[in-house]
């Protein structure tokens, strides 16, 4: 417990009786689960039923602490480390991937569905699918376990994404992220019109703008004139090779901007 103390600044505090019913409640145990649950509960019944509730106190103590250790690991992650070996992650959008162990975290569609291709030349599909310590693969439809396949009865997996699921996803992404105007510091609303985001090198290196407004654009042309080459601000980046390239082409809009702002911090005028 002072090693928790230590790392959050202060124990944890203890589950209220209401909120351990509660939970309990609401959590919904397959069959087989519900039926050993309740045999449990008829071997261990007492008079006043202080033994469960003894029992139950325990089992909230031990998820508090798996929600302490999950905690720390996405506070972990959120700073772009691995939570296994603390090199530094690839942050994509929708994924997380350790090259140095292996580590990785990726979100699944929802929509879409979820192919098993069989190594004798057949598919599963079904809408989640999980692969367990052992290497089976879990296919899952409506909930249901559709199939449970051996790790040497499959060849991969492919998650089907649709455009309109993408679309949605990175809008999302888009309505989370906090820009700044270049120019005058206000928020630049990527749906707003007006809006513009540049690629411009002020020296060696590419740098990344984004305004809120026509105005501000203009602004900071006339004060800031790019001094690699004088049509810095026209020229298509992918046919252009004065400068360091420190992000992707200026097409992927709203994807690479919300990719790139996973490592981003603000920036600063330049002086």
Same mark, same amino acid.
């Given at each position: 417990?002072?090693?928790?103390?230590?790392?959050?600044?202060?124990?944890?505090?203890?589950?209220?009786?209401?909120? !351990?019913?509660?939970?309990?409640?609401?959590?919904?145990?397959?069959?087989?689960?519900?039926?050993?649950? !309740?045999?449990?509960?008829?071997?261990?019944?007492?008079?006043?039923?202080?033994?469960?509730?003894?029992?139950?106190?325990?089992?909230?103590?031990?998820?508090?602490?798996?929600?302490?250790?999950?905690?720390?690991?996405?506070?972990?992650?959120? @700073?772009?480390?691995?939570?296994?070996?603390?090199?530094?992650?690839?942050?994509?959008?929708?994924?997380?991937?350790?090259?140095?162990?292996?580590?990785?975290?990726?979100? @699944?569609?929802?929509?879409?569905?979820?192919?098993?291709?069989?190594?004798?030349?057949?598919?599963?599909?079904?809408?989640?699918?999980?692969?367990?310590?052992?290497?089976?693969?879990?296919?899952?439809?409506?909930?249901?376990?559709?199939?449970?396949?051996?790790?040497?009865?499959?060849?991969?997996?492919?998650?089907?994404?649709?455009?309109?699921?993408?679309?949605?996803?990175?809008?999302?992404?888009?309505?989370?992220?906090?820009?700044?105007?270049?120019?005058?510091?206000?928020?630049?609303?990527?749906?707003?019109?007006?809006?513009? @985001?540049?690629?411009?090198?002020?020296?060696?290196?590419?740098?990344?703008?984004?305004?809120?407004?026509?105005?501000?654009?203009?602004?900071?042309?006339?004060?800031?004139?790019?001094?690699?080459?004088?049509?810095?601000?026209?020229?298509?980046?992918? !046919?252009?090779?004065?400068?360091?390239?420190?992000?992707?082409?200026?097409?992927?809009?709203?994807? @690479?901007?919300?990719?790139?702002?996973?490592?981003?911090?603000?920036?600063?005028?330049?002086?």
């Amino acid at each position: 417990m002072p090693l928790l103390k230590r790392i959050f600044g202060r124990e944890p505090e203890p589950v209220p009786d209401e909120i !351990e019913d509660e939970a309990l409640e609401k959590t919904i145990l397959q069959q087989e689960q519900q039926e050993n649950l !309740e045999q449990d509960i008829s071997i261990l019944e007492d008079d006043d039923g202080t033994r469960e509730q003894r029992l139950q106190k325990v089992a909230a103590k031990e998820v508090q602490s798996a929600a302490e250790d999950s905690l720390k690991k996405l506070h972990v992650i959120k @700073m772009g480390r691995c939570p296994v070996c603390g090199e530094h992650l690839h942050q994509h959008l929708f994924a997380a991937i350790c090259e140095a162990c292996g580590w990785h975290k990726f979100d @699944m569609p929802k929509g879409g569905p979820v192919r098993v291709h069989l190594r004798s030349g057949g598919i599963v599909e079904g809408e989640r699918s999980y692969v367990v310590k052992t290497g089976s693969c879990l296919v899952l439809k409506n909930d249901l376990v559709l199939a449970k396949i051996p790790r040497d009865a499959y060849d991969w997996i492919e998650y089907v994404w649709n455009e309109g699921e993408i679309e949605q996803r990175h809008k999302q992404v888009a309505d989370r992220l906090r820009l700044s105007c270049g120019w005058c510091g206000g928020p630049a609303d990527l749906e707003q019109d007006g809006f513009h @985001m540049v690629h411009v090198a002020f020296g060696a290196s590419q740098e990344r703008y984004c305004f809120c407004c026509d105005e501000c654009f203009e602004a900071f042309r006339k004060m800031y004139p790019a001094r690699v080459h004088r049509d810095c601000y026209e020229r298509n980046c992918t !046919e252009c090779n004065l400068c360091i390239k420190r992000y992707g082409d200026e097409s992927e809009g709203v994807h @690479m901007l919300a990719k790139d702002y996973l490592s981003m911090t603000r920036k600063k005028k330049p002086s």
